[in-house]
T-cell receptor
Framework: DAGVIQSPRHEVTEMGQEVTLRCKPISGHDYLFWYRQTMMRGLELLIYFNNNVPIDDSGMPEDRFSAKMPNASFSTLKIQPSEPRDSAVYFC?????????????FGNGTRLTVT | KQEVTQIPAALSVPEGENLVLNCSFT??????LQWFRQDPGKGLTSLLLIQSSQREQTSGRLNASLDKSSGRSTLYIAASQPGDSATYLCAVPFGNEKLTFGTGTRLTIIP
């Protein structure tokens, strides 16, 4: 299996612009997670899906962030408008049966820089 | 609230040595504990998952142990190699599918 695939690997944008991050989970995994990693706050869970349905988005910082999972093989995380404080590495991860029963598999992340 | 601590934050050892990384958690009512490694510029790679009913789990040169009553887990790496250099994180699930991660131990193996 190719693992979790994220694109782009790097994104540099100006404040106020829309940013879309993409993720393809491992085939057959029912759970998909979006995390954000910064030096100051470590890894933060933003949102997760189960069978394409958003279950918990309490970690989404504010209304500027939105995530979708239109099918089992694709998810997006959108930031509109972007701000410099959104600069971070964004990870997508998938799990076969959820974190209580199976390991989490991460993509290589998207490094976002907002100037 | 579950808190996960990893000490030390950084560790350097000569190649070939055996070493132990530590992970402590405050709430012993855990379902499992997961160990990951993260290489610079990469995502996290799952190493081992220990279910709460297990005492240890092994994969190659890695052995993870779990002591729920004391709130501790250790990751033992045998015969360390330069390729083992990475940041190692432990994590426990809580609440609604959320993983609480430790702050990590940055391991450097000196050739």
């Amino acid at each position: 299996d190719a693992g979790v695939i994220q694109s782009p690997r790097h994104e540099v944008t100006e404040m106020g612009q829309e940013v879309t991050l993409r993720c393809k989970p491992i085939s057959g995994h029912d759970y998909l997670f979006w995390y954000r990693q910064t030096m100051m706050r470590g890894l933060e869970l933003l949102i997760y899906f189960n069978n394409n349905v958003p279950i918990d988005d309490s970690g989404m910082p504010e209304d500027r962030f939105s995530a979708k999972m239109p099918n089992a093989s694709f998810s997006t995380l959108k930031i509109q408008p972007s701000e410099p404080r959104d600069s971070a590495v964004y990870f997508c991860a998938s799990s076969a049966f959820g974190t209580y029963n199976s390991p989490l598999h991460f993509g290589n992340g998207t490094r976002l820089t907002v100037t | 609230k579950q808190e996960v601590t990893q000490i030390p934050a950084a560790l350097s050892v000569p190649e070939g040595e055996n070493l132990v990384l530590n992970c402590s958690f405050t709430d012993s009512a855990i379902y499992n504990l997961q160990w990951f490694r993260q290489d610079p510029g990469k995502g996290l790679t799952s190493l081992l998952l220990i279910q709460s009913s297990q005492r240890e789990q092994t994969s190659g040169r890695l052995n993870a142990s779990l002591d729920k009553s004391s709130g501790r887990s250790t990751l033992y790496i045998a015969a360390s190699q330069p390729g083992d250099s990475a940041t190692y994180l432990c994590a426990v699930p809580f609440g609604n599918e959320k993983l609480t991660f430790g702050t990590g131990t940055r391991l450097t193996i000196i050739p």
